[in-house]
């Protein structure tokens, strides 16, 4: 007899041991929501995750082979290399005359070499993974030219690159990642403003006092928490907490908003320091910003499952259709990017 496994408690229940459970003798996922509950109350064994992710983030369907997915990257190998070429082809003169692909190049260059070069993976001169990391946003920004590059992509690609370890891998992932977090960085900022005001519902569902107090210090744009929506806590936690924070909130397995309850937790566990304070807008941006790197997450997660199980229906339907991480409701959407530093 197998227990229930607690709430995402401290006790870790990893897939290690069980990944092949999972999978019949042809490399198929035979329960995906099974699988997705397990990861989202147990995380994967850091061994797993080139693999798991690569199920998380849509790259495998849950339903294919082994065979089917060896097919899988060695086309999609072939068509990360078509993709490259485009913008490794363009001579210095032709460059001179594409101001567009100089200033993606240039934000692109200066992001690299300072995202995540405390960590020995990214760390030293001349490291290659930097390169990797600089490449893959290059080939993006022509693989989606409409979105291209912003300030805060280095940050959600450098950790599945650290994991997937293999350049056109770690790319493609990074394309499913940005299918649902892509508005993100839209210039209309559509997709953060969507964020932010279900953020602000959910707070006025599930804590009515500290909504109206920032209602009445004019706060409830809740900008104070743009960069922990903007690219999923990445700044707030150690680099292994966030590796796991991440693969909790991709199996969308309670909800595919887990990072607004997130939200909602920790403003709840520091509403009496706000209040009883008497924070005003700057005063509070500064508080969130200086809480990185010190906020518990295994307290703040368990608190976040309960929010959401207490928010039920209500606050599901707080939240509108196609807000990211959703896919676009309208699978038609352009994207338009972003020019200004937003972190």
């Not at 770690?170 to 960085?185: A, H, K, T």
């Not at 559509?190 to 932010?196: D, F, K, T, V």
Request: net charge negative.
């Amino acid at each position: 007899m197998t227990l229930e496994p607690p709430p995402l408690s401290g006790f870790s229940f990893k897939l290690y041991v069980q990944w092949a459970t999972f999978l019949d003798s042809e490399g198929r996922v035979m329960d995906s929501n099974a699988l997705r509950k397990r990861i989202f109350y147990g995380g994967v064994e850091h061994k797993l995750r080139r693999e798991v992710w690569a199920f998380l983030l849509g790259y495998y369907a849950y339903d294919s082979t082994y065979a089917e997915r060896e097919y899988l990257r060695s086309i999609r190998k072939s068509e990360y290399e078509t993709l490259k070429h485009q913008w490794q082809s363009i001579s210095p003169e032709q460059a001179k005359r594409f101001t567009k692909f100089r200033e993606r190049k240039g934000l692109i260059d200066k992001d690299v070499v300072r995202t995540d070069r405390s960590l020995a993976f990214y760390d030293g001169d001349d490291n290659s993974n930097v390169y990797l990391l600089r490449d893959i946003l290059l080939t993006y920004s022509f693989y989606n030219f409409d979105l291209g590059y912003c300030q805060g992509m280095s940050d959600l690609l450098s950790p599945i690159l650290f994991v997937i370890d293999d350049e056109s891998e770690s790319f493609w992932c990074f394309v499913q990642l940005m299918e649902r977090l892509g508005p993100n960085f839209n210039r209309d900022q559509n997709g953060m403003h969507s964020q932010l005001f279900a953020l602000s519902k959910l707070v006025e569902l599930l804590d009515s006092p500290l909504h109206n107090y920032f209602k009445q210090n004019d706060c409830l744009n809740y900008f104070f928490c743009f960069r922990w929506v903007l690219i999923q806590f990445k700044r707030e936690f150690e680099y292994e907490e966030t590796m796991r924070l991440w693969e909790v909130l991709w199996t969308h397995y309670l909800s595919e908003h887990l990072h607004l309850y997130v939200c909602v937790a920790v403003l709840k566990r520091y509403r009496n320091k706000i209040m009883g304070e008497q924070m005003d807008f700057d005063t509070l941006l500064k508080f969130i910003n200086e809480l990185s790197g010190h906020i518990d997450l295994d307290a703040i997660l368990r608190d976040a499952e309960a929010l959401c199980i207490c928010a039920g229906e209500n606050g599901a339907a707080s939240i509108p259709p196609g807000t990211p991480p959703s896919l676009p409701v309208d699978s038609g959407l352009f994207y338009s990017s972003q020019d200004d530093e937003v972190l």
